[in-house]
């Protein structure tokens, strides 16, 4: 099984959300402040930058100086849940030498878990959860039947893009979108978007 870098998974990541903004920024105009795209972009810029200036070789301290990267850049929820995300996902597999199936397996439940507990969100209220939980239980099921780490990313891709589309038909129960009421069904949730952004990255990275 191979690993994933994670100065290339953030690079990756950094890149498909700098080319999505617009799109992520309209989806957050219609049910949230209007900011998400640009947001992420700036957030994940720095996070490359960081990246580049540390000399730390462990993956897991690398995650944990892009989550707090995050949430001293990036505004809104989605500075302090992804910024929660990394570094959970960084102290869940400490000083691990390399981000290999099970660490990384380890590492978006861990993400997942610190998502939830932040948020206080759960599937179906229409946030980011409803793409990050299906692609965590994805991961976890291939990674323990012993696929290749490619299909076993590329089946959380799919089963986040499957969730981010879900959000569709939803009614908000968290966040700002929770105040349209009835007016937030119809949109898909741009936290939901991005997450699949940030998951298909894993999967270019593992070409680096």
Known sequence: ???????????????????????????????GDGDHGTNLTRGFRAVVEALAGSEEPAPGRRLILAGKTLVSKVGGASGPLWGMALRRAGRAVADAESLDGPALADALEAALAGVVELGSAEPGDKTMVDALTPATQALRAA???????????????????????????????????????????????????STVLIIAALGRALEE
Not at 3 to 29: F, G, K, P
Not at 172 to 192: N, T, V
Request: glycine share 8%.
């Open 1 to 31: 099984m191979s690993a994933v870098s994670v100065n290339a998974w953030m690079e990756a990541a950094s890149a498909a959300i700098a080319a999505d903004a617009e799109r992520l920024t309209q989806l957050d105009s219609a049910i």
């Open 143 to 193: 990674v323990d039947a012993g696929q290749p780490l490619a299909d076993a990313v590329a089946a959380a891709t799919s089963a986040a893009e499957e969730g981010a589309r879900s959000t569709v038909p939803l009614q908000a129960r968290k966040g700002r979108a929770s105040y349209l009421g009835e007016r937030s069904i119809g949109h898909e949730d741009p936290g939901a978007a």
